[in-house]
């Protein structure tokens, strides 16, 4: 079987790979169920160990997703949530391109939740992408998003713990100001989240430089989303919504948004939106719950009331030869 962390965790098969660490589905030995498992190098997986100490027990929301355990071996260390099966929205976009209105506005809407929970403990998040936001996998249900990938995450008046030329964040995503190196908030999440309600729209990834893509305003709705991309994503912090609070608040008051029902009608989500089980099938050997067992050896198979009977039969022989 797999590499086993922890004398608890067995790594199963890899879900996805990149330049920091490794994500497996893992079989928790103790709890009886699969997980998914970020593997770091202990030096790229400090911060996000803080995080799991220090500030994880306090973000508990349905549209967040954060690490609750880990476990240290060698010089790696693996960090463990529930396993989420839609993909994200990084992989529904890669399916669809641009999203109906409706379904863009509802996910921006859940990653305001999200964010709202998330500025409420104290923490920014610095790192809102489309890979960042996982999905359940929901077929052409209402979508369930969840904020995830909280390695960036830092405390609101925490000690900087990277040098202040260090840029957090990815580019195409991250406020301006943030690439320049300002401290944490969260005017930062507030941008991101915004640039990401851009993309869902357009199909189209934001520049390296930073910046939406532009929107079209056709009607009351997209004229109204449109006006709230560009609050949200002004150069300068102290003009943008100042928490995902206020940015709620706003995308409270813009007419006919969101999704009608759990399926994709309204007025301004006409084209249906699927979101698929993304997770592979199991490799061989390992089956819905845990691993195969090994075949049991021949005399484990035999019932035991054969034995008895053997016994008493062979106890029979033996008396009657003694009383003969």
């Known amino acids: 079987m797999g590499e086993v962390f922890g004398g608890r965790y067995e790594l199963v098969d890899v879900l996805a790979a990149g330049g920091t660490g490794t994500v497996w589905r893992a079989w928790d030995r103790r709890e009886h169920v699969y997980r998914a498992a970020k593997v770091l190098r202990q030096s790229d997986g400090d911060s996000l160990l803080r ?12 549209n967040v997703v954060a690490p609750s355990g880990w476990t240290g071996e060698d010089d790696r260390v693996l960090f463990t949530m529930p396993l989420v099966r839609g993909g994200s929205v990084a992989t529904l976009l890669g399916d669809y391109g641009a999203l109906p209105v409706g379904w863009a506005l509802e996910l921006f ?9 998330v500025h409420r403990v104290g923490l920014v998040h610095r790192d809102v992408t489309p890979a960042n936001l996982l999905l359940d996998a929901t077929g052409r249900g209402r979508p369930h998003l969840m904020l995830s990938d909280f390695g960036a ?3 609101l008046g925490a ?3 990277t040098r202040s030329d260090t840029v957090v964040g990815t580019p195409g995503y991250a406020a301006p100001e943030q690439l320049a190196g300002a401290d944490p908030a969260a005017t930062q999440d507030v941008y991101a989240v915004a640039v ?3 993309q869902m729209l357009t199909g189209t990834p934001p520049p390296r430089a930073g910046g939406p893509a532009p929107l079209p305003r056709t009607d009351a709705t997209t004229t109204a989303v449109a006006e709230l991309v560009d609050a949200m994503t002004d150069p300068d912090p102290r003009r943008r919504p100042t928490t995902a609070l206020e940015a709620l608040a706003l995308l409270d008051a813009v007419p006919d948004a969101g999704l009608d029902d759990e399926t994709t009608s309204g007025p301004h989500a006409t084209e249906p939106v699927e979101v698929f089980d993304q997770v592979p099938p199991l490799p061989t050997g390992w089956t819905a719950d845990g691993p195969e067992r090994a075949p049991r050896a021949f005399w484990a198979t035999v ?9 008493v039969g062979l106890l029979l022989v033996l008396a009657a030869v003694l009383v003969g």
């Open 153 to 155: 995450a830092l405390q």
């Open 196 to 198: 990401v309600l851009s």
């Open 51 to 62: 995080f799991v100490r220090e500030t994880s027990r306090d973000v508990r929301h349905p």
């Open 109 to 117: 809407r859940q990653a305001l939740l999200a964010l709202v929970e």
């Open 159 to 161: 000690p900087r713990l």
């Open 303 to 311: 019932p035991v009331l054969a034995w008895v009977l053997a016994a």
